[in-house]
T-cell receptor, first 113, second 115 residues
Framework: AQSVAQPEDQVNVAEGNPLTVKCTYSVSGNPYLFWYVQYPNRGLQFLLKYITGDNLVKGSYGFEAEFNKSQTSFHLKKPSALVSDSALYFCAVRGGGYQKVTFGTGTKLQVIP | EAGVTQSPTHLIKTRGQQATLRCSPISGHTSVYWYQQALGLGLQFLLWYDEGEERNRGNFPPRFSGRQFPNYSSELNVNALELEDSALYLC??????????????FGPGTRLTVL
């Protein structure tokens, strides 16, 4: 069965500092990996995805993620955090065909001014 | 381009009643997904419809059901409501899985409260 782990319930970072939100996964076959962000009382917004190709994926709002096959990780990163980045971040994975997408439990990012 | 829309925004029901939630996908998308987001429990997968057929189902009882219409919009029905069904129900849409571009785009959700 496929699974996603987001080991940190909350990440605190000072504004202007680099941020990392961690994600590891387990799936049969080649993974499709996604990051989403959720602002309070709103739906999820797509940030970026990895399907194949370059291990460093660039997405919306200056975010990027690095796919590491040997460590089965897909960590979300940003070089310089903004207060407006404070939100709930979800990592997700699925295999091929009609396998469902599995979401992690989410990591709350708090950027401190 | 219009995003995923859901109705109603809020729904208040009492135990034992039935709730119907609706979702309209982004134009051109054939897949619709339903998720339950209860407080503190993350996103739980409910149902996946593509081209009018149910393609996958999460670990929910049969009183959670749905359907997809020929125009690809979808309904989620919850029968015999229980207090623990209170949650934000999110709908997402995407191109079909064979397209290689099946990123899910989410609607704003329906907040269901069961009293």
């Amino acid at each position: 069965a496929q699974s996603v782990a987001q080991p940190e319930d909350q990440v605190n970072v000072a504004e202007g500092n680099p941020l990392t939100v961690k994600c590891t996964y387990s799936v049969s076959g080649n993974p499709y990996l996604f990051w989403y962000v959720q602002y309070p009382n709103r739906g999820l917004q797509f940030l970026l995805k990895y399907i194949t190709g370059d291990n460093l994926v660039k997405g919306s709002y200056g975010f990027e993620a690095e796919f590491n096959k040997s460590q089965t990780s897909f960590h979300l990163k940003k070089p310089s955090a903004l207060v407006s980045d404070s939100a709930l971040y979800f990592c997700a994975v699925r295999g091929g065909g009609y396998q469902k997408v599995t979401f992690g439990t989410g990591t709350k990012l708090q950027v401190i001014p | 381009e219009a995003g995923v829309t859901q109705s109603p925004t809020h729904l208040i029901k009492t135990r034992g009643q039935q709730a119907t939630l609706r979702c309209s996908p982004i134009s051109g998308h054939t897949s619709v997904y339903w998720y339950q987001q209860a407080l503190g429990l993350g996103l739980q997968f409910l149902l996946w419809y593509d081209e009018g057929e149910e393609r996958n189902r999460g670990n929910f009882p049969p009183r959670f059901s749905g359907r997809q219409f020929p125009n690809y919009s979808s309904e989620l029905n919850v029968n015999a409501l229980e207090l623990e069904d209170s949650a934000l129900y999110l709908c997402a849409s995407s191109h079909g899985p064979g397209a290689g571009t099946d990123t899910q785009y989410f609607g704003p959700g329906t907040r269901l409260t069961v009293l």
